[in-house]
């Protein structure tokens, strides 16, 4: 089953919520579910459509404040009304019954729900059917109906004033706005660009190459300012400036006489110790191949170590034994 219109589905959400009589009782998940149970189709892509109508009707339910206090100042032609509130055409049958030729529409469907309830026209054991009287029946060119397909039976039979070229809003003035006129004109003349698949491709590989060009220069940025840190406090120790003692993982350690020997320096911060045990591991290729996080010692690190295979984890772990604290001249 094709999807409905906008129109139509607002249509039923009036039309279930007329009948429901307690609002309380229906949350959005029911209307939604309901709405597709009657027009056979996932509604996921018109759930705004169903929560402007639902907002629609509960607001015309609680009675439009702008109309009771309004500003006095603005003029009627300008103030904007709701979906619920619009005006309809009524086609010559639903005309006839309701004895209107224009109405809004959520008063179309309370006078329908009115001439149903005051002649008990509900299934008393299936209250979302029909059962239609000889002058409903003559609307609705059914005996039996039930209450959802009722709206897309009624919609046909109203068409928007909007449409018509006797509406009065048209004649005042002597035809069209002209500011719609001009707009319309212009909408057009607009040509619409369509852009291709190609081109959206394009696009998105542009921004994630932008992306990857800043996050390198950030990078760089950092190497470059870290640099000049390092060589702004070589400079300072160099000409017998006091500096502040490196903390953390920068703090300079004393390495012991084996790892030394392996790394080929005596003092050094743990995180450089990490960087050169790194280098040397894959430098003479000893990760697994088939388990990345562990190391195969070979005979050099197997003196510093002393065991044959380690995960990368506990390789952080052993370093501790290997790392202290550089003696000061208080300490000697």
């Known amino acids: 089953m094709p999807e409905p219109t906008e129109d139509e589905l607002k249509q039923a959400v009036f039309e279930y919520l007329s009948a429901a009589g307690d609002m309380s009782e229906i949350s959005f998940s029911i209307l939604r579910k309901a709405l597709e149970a009657q027009f056979e189709c996932d509604l996921g892509g018109s759930k705004h459509i169903i ?12 009675g439009n404040k702008d109309k009771e206090g309004g500003d006095e100042n603005i003029p009627e032609k300008k103030k904007k009304l709701g979906f619920a509130a619009q005006e309809v055409q009524l086609s010559n049958e639903l005309s006839e019954f309701m004895g209107v030729e224009i109405c809004g529409r959520t008063e179309v ?5 009115v001439y149903i309830k005051a002649n008990n026209l509900q299934n008393p054991s299936k209250k979302s059917e029909i059962i ?3 002058k409903l029946e003559k609307l609705l060119k059914k005996p039996k109906v039930n209450m959802f397909k009722m709206t897309g039976i009624l919609c046909s039979m109203m068409k928007s004033t909007k449409d018509l070229t006797d509406h009065p809003e048209e004649k005042e003035g002597g035809g069209p706005p002209k500011k719609k006129v001009k707009k319309e004109v212009k909408e057009e003349s607009k ?11 394009q696009l998105k590989a542009t921004g994630i190459k ?27 120790i160099a000409n017998g400036e006091e500096v502040a003692p490196l903390t953390g993982l920068n703090k300079l350690m004393q390495l012991s006489p084996p790892l030394s020997a392996l790394l080929g320096v005596e003092v050094e911060s743990r995180t450089q110790v990490v960087s050169r045990l790194w280098k040397y591991i894959k430098e003479h290729n000893l990760q697994d191949p088939t388990a990345k996080t562990f190391i195969d010692l070979d005979a050099r690190m197997k003196g510093v170590f002393n065991t044959d295979r380690f995960s990368m984890f506990v390789m952080n772990k052993e370093l501790s034994s290997h790392l202290s604290n550089i003696p000061t001249s208080d300490s000697k």
């Open 132 to 134: 239609c009287d000889d």
């Open 109 to 113: 469907t309370k006078q329908i729900w």
């Open 191 to 201: 040509p619409t660009k369509k852009i291709s698949i190609k081109d959206t491709v």
């Open 210 to 236: 932008k992306k990857n060009n800043d996050d390198v220069k950030k990078k760089e940025d950092r190497k470059e300012a870290n640099k000049n840190k390092k060589e702004a406090r070589a400079l300072a």
């Open 51 to 62: 929560k402007t109508a639902l907002h629609a009707f509960v607001d015309d339910l609680m």
